[in-house]
């Protein structure tokens, strides 16, 4: 069911005009994760959620009901900052319980409600304590229980694990999924951390200069991305991209990388005789020891084990580089690196950029499963 919907929202300041004909819709128990550069306009996105500010233009559903002009504490929308905004002189239960009270909610309601919420954010022990005697993981859940406490419709959070240590980070990560779905609100999460977005949410937006470049799955993002920008920020180790120019071929569609004349297949025809950048994923690099038809040879600079997988970093005669990646077992055959290797890259898999605007061009034809 779609919680929240926004419709051709528009909203200026001054000559800056930062959102026009802005449109989304995140249904209950789905997560859309925020991610754009500095700017963008995500924390103003949030603040016309919350009703804090109103737009110029266009309307936000809740529930499928305009709340154009309800207030904020009447919107059922919960909101966790990056700052926690916690009230310094109260306990951690009072922080919590503020939200219940300021509705009138009874005692034993409230006790009850907020024993529920801190017990599934295991923060029960520290519910005496006041916000100087919290970590700031503490702190962070607190603020989280708080947004949580009214069961809203909605809830905005705004990176929240900006200001906790990279443990906590990590283990919230994990558990944030799983508290988000019990909530079933819908839930919007701004990170600046792109891993962090490709993990929370179930629809990744990226928002520039007050508009969408693209909303859709992570998986979609990661082999469908709309442009070079996108596809360099999602992806860990980074995309490898060459300049090239496709052109046909008696053999087919070609492009010449690495001084070689590469197959392209022919959903790339879009891109014949166009001035590109190639987008070839480490994961589509295959790398060897043994020379074989098409193969190209490198020299095998380092090897980084990087949990399951390893990264290898190449370079050719012309000193061009090349990320791969590997199985971390596979590595063990590179030792070291700094000798011989050969490389087969798969062009088939590869995404294809206009150089001058980068928007994407090519894309393979069907969605790729997310590498591990
Ligand atoms: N009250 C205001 N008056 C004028 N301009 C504003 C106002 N509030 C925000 N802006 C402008 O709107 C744009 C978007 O700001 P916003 O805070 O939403 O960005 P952001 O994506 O959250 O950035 P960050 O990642 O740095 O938090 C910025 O250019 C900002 O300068």
């Keep these: 069911m779609t919680r929240l919907e926004i419709?051709?929202?528009s909203k200026s300041f001054g000559s800056l005009r930062l959102f026009h004909d802005v449109g989304f819709a995140v249904a209950a128990g789905e997560t859309l994760a925020l991610a754009g550069p500095s700017g963008g306009g995500k924390t103003i996105l949030l603040r016309l959620i919350a009703g804090i500010m109103e737009p110029d233009e266009g309307s936000i559903l809740i529930d499928g009901k305009d709340v154009g002009g309800v207030g904020p504490e009447a919107r059922d929308v919960g909101v966790a900052f990056q700052n926690f905004a916690l009230y310094p002189h109260m306990t951690a239960f009072?922080?919590?319980a503020s939200p219940l009270r300021a509705r009138g909610t009874e005692t034993a309601r409230v006790k009850e409600r907020v024993t529920e919420v801190a017990a599934l954010l295991k923060i029960d022990h520290v519910l005496e304590n006041q916000p100087r005697e919290l970590s700031n993981g503490q702190k962070q859940r607190t603020a989280l229980a708080r947004a949580l406490i009214r069961r809203p419709k909605v809830l905005l959070l705004d990176d929240p694990l900006r200001n906790v240590d990279a443990k906590l980070r990590y283990e919230m990560r994990l558990e944030l999924p799983r508290l988000l779905a019990v909530a079933d609100c819908a839930a919007i999460?701004?990170?600046?951390?792109?891993?962090e977005a490709m993990g929370l949410g179930d629809l990744?937006?990226?928002l520039r200069a007050g508009r969408f470049e693209q909303i859709a799955p992570p998986a979609e993002i990661y082999t469908r991305p709309r442009s070079v920008e996108?596809?360099?920020l999602f992806g860990d180790p980074t995309i490898n991209l060459l300049p090239c120019r496709p052109e046909r071929t008696a053999e087919g569609l070609q492009v010449e990388i690495f001084g070689r004349p590469m197959p392209l297949p022919l959903h790339f025809a879009a891109a014949e005789g166009r001035?590109?950048?190639i987008g070839v994923r480490p994961e589509h690099v295959s790398v060897g020891l043994q020379n074989g038809p098409g193969s190209l040879p490198f020299e095998l600079n380092a090897v980084t084990p990087l949990n399951v997988r390893a990264v290898l970093f190449l370079r050719d005669a012309a000193g061009t580089e090349?990320?791969?990646?590997c199985p971390e077992d596979d590595a063990l055959a590179f030792g070291r690196g700094h000798h011989r290797v050969f490389v087969t890259i798969d062009t088939s898999r590869a995404l294809l950029f206009d150089r001058e605007n980068g928007q994407t061009l090519a894309l393979p034809a069907a969605a790729q499963p997310l590498a591990a």
């Design 7 to 9: 419709r051709n929202l």
């Design 94 to 96: 009072e922080n919590i």
């Design 189 to 195: 999460y701004v990170t600046q951390d792109y891993r």
């Design 204 to 206: 990744v937006g990226i």
């Design 230 to 232: 996108i596809a360099r």
């Design 275 to 277: 001035d590109c950048l």
């Design 322 to 325: 090349l990320l791969a990646t």
